[in-house]
């Protein structure tokens, strides 16, 4: 290999969800097909449309110290604590130049979100009216700038080789964890910490994502609205949470003896300068996508044997995903297994690429496919084998998982990990 | 009625302890709030404002610079309170 084309694996995985607290849990509630979704008890919820969310399962205040988490936006909480347990689940024992198999200058770091600082902004516009302009906390900036999370995270590991933060609406995950990939291919580092984090549960973004129709109003049935293509689906349901990994060099990690749970293949990145909102209908443009890396990498159709879906649950984007596989992968789509895990955890916005880039690297380590639960009634234009139901094992041998992640601007990334 | 130099170290502890989580017992008078107490530059206008609201008075921005320590702070306080 030569230095501009190394071989990216994964060492770490790292979680905070509506199911759980960490990656394993995640996991587990995922096979188990649990939801994570429930109704807004919150007062300011009362007079929505939309009550229900997927609210984090572990809040981050249990975890990080008081002194810390007041400084950090909840978006930052969450990747700040998936980044930790990655890093540890890598096998570091302290931050970069402490421990001494990692040197700083060689660490990135690329974390995204789709609206950063949201409540940090909001929250703190509302001490502005109500108490003053000198009661507005002077944390506000580096709390709501959407680049904050990553540099968190940076500090807290040593990370100096780099700190990014792709901005790409609910594709910015997967944006930030293909970044990580071309950063070691590249050689500007061996080791990046890559993921995304969300953290909207407001009336504001809830207010405005309802008045655009894209969310689920189904109130009386939290646990049933999510329902990626079911024919009665009818928007997403907010979730909240992030999604960390550590991607690193095949050199790198064979040399510090790391466990590596799946090579990461590569990415196909693409737009489709077609709405600001809709997907194009036809699926073109993600298909594009799906060819850029299919393109770029050595990655063969008949490897891949799951997709761990965008389906968000909403009428239009559901299907123009299916087109554009089997505009592209024609026939080879029927071994597919296809699951969309948004119908448990919700959408976590730019913290879905993220958390279902560890889903899909659990699913190749465990050759298990999460299910789609609510899966009543398959819409007809969905042409596709849909893990419905029940998880499901996935074939023996060397096997290929792809994590789609678009986003509102037309953004279309896919990701593909195989197993080593 | 104005506080005493001894209930605005107190004081300053308890929202010493709020903001960076030392304990109160380690807010001394001879304590530096950056070099021993973990207040960085941002913190310190938590701290101002809290302190502000608790011992009303006003501590401008451009005074903020000369308190370094809790004793500077006390000091400060027990001077200007209203």
């Known amino acids: 290999m030569s230095p501009t084309n190394r071989t990216v694996v994964v060492t770490g995985i790292g979680a905070t969800t509506p199911l759980g607290g960490d990656a394993a849990s995640t996991w587990e509630a995922l096979v188990a097909g649990t939801s994570g979704v429930s109704l807004l008890e919150q007062d300011w919820a009362a007079d929505l449309p939309v009550r229900i969310a997927a609210q984090i399962a572990v809040e981050p205040g249990e975890i990080i110290p008081r002194p810390q988490a007041r400084k950090l936006d909840r978006s930052a909480q969450f990747a700040l604590i998936a980044a930790q347990e990655a890093w540890k689940d890598a096998g570091f024992t302290a931050k ?3 421990d001494s198999s ?15 600082g949201v409540t940090t902004l909001l929250d703190q516009y509302d001490v502005l009216k109500e108490k003053g302009v000198r009661r507005v906390s002077p944390h506000t900036v580096p709390m709501l700038m959407p680049n904050s999370p990553a540099a968190n995270v940076g500090i807290e590991l040593g990370a100096r080789a780099g700190v990014h933060t792709p901005v790409s609406a609910c594709a910015s995950g997967a944006e930030a964890i293909g970044y990580a990939i071309e950063m070691i291919r590249t050689g500007r580092a061996d080791v990046v910490v890559a993921g995304g984090t ?16 894209a969310m689920s109003k189904n109130n009386d049935d939290p646990q049933g609205a999510s329902r ?5 689906r009818d928007g997403f349901v907010l979730g909240e949470g992030a999604g960390v990994i550590v991607l690193e060099s095949e050199e790198h990690a064979k040399a510090r003896g790391a466990r590596i749970y799946a090579e990461a293949v590569g990415q196909g990145i693409s737009a489709d300068a077609h709405h600001i909102t809709q997907p194009e209908p036809s699926g073109n443009g993600i298909a594009h996508a799906l060819q850029n890396l299919l393109d770029n990498t050595d990655l063969k159709p008949a490897e891949i044997v799951h997709v761990n879906a965008h389906a968000t649950s909403t009428p239009q984007g559901d299907v123009a995903e299916i087109k554009a596989l089997r505009k592209v992968f024609g026939d080879d789509a029927d071994h597919m297994a296809i699951s969309a895990t948004k119908s448990m955890t919700g959408h976590l916005l730019g913290g879905a690429g993220g958390v279902e880039t560890v889903a899909s690297i659990l699913a190749l380590v465990k050759r298990t496919a999460p299910p789609t639960i609510n899966l009543e009634n398959l819409d007809p234009e969905v042409n596709a084998d849909i893990v419905s139901g029940e998880a499901r094992a996935l074939p023996e041998g060397r096997i290929a998982a792809l994590n789609d992640s678009f986003g509102f601007g037309g953004h279309n990334v896919v990701l593909a990990f195989r197993t080593v | 009625m104005a506080a005493t130099q001894e209930e605005i170290v107190a004081g300053l502890a308890e929202i010493v302890n709020e903001i960076a989580g030392i304990p109160v ?3 001394k008078l001879d304590k530096s709030f950056t070099d021993d107490l973990d207040v960085d530059s941002l913190s310190m206008v ?3 404002v809290a302190a ?6 006003k501590i401008p921005d451009e005074d903020v610079k000369n308190l370094k320590t809790v004793g500077d702070a006390t000091e400060y306080i027990l001077k200007h309170q209203a």
Not at chain 1, 106 to 114: E, N, P, Q, W
């Open chain 1, 96 to 98: 970069a130049g402490v």
């Open chain 1, 102 to 116: 990692m040197n700083p200058d060689r660490l990135g770091a690329v974390i995204a979100s789709g609206i950063g």
């Open chain 1, 198 to 213: 969300e953290a909207a549960i407001h009336p504001l973004p809830i207010a405005a994502f309802g008045n655009m129709m």
């Open chain 1, 228 to 232: 990626p293509y079911d024919a009665g």
């Open chain 2, 25 to 27: 017992e380690d807010v």
């Open chain 2, 46 to 48: 938590e701290v101002v």
């Open chain 2, 52 to 57: 502000e609201e608790r011992f009303d008075v």
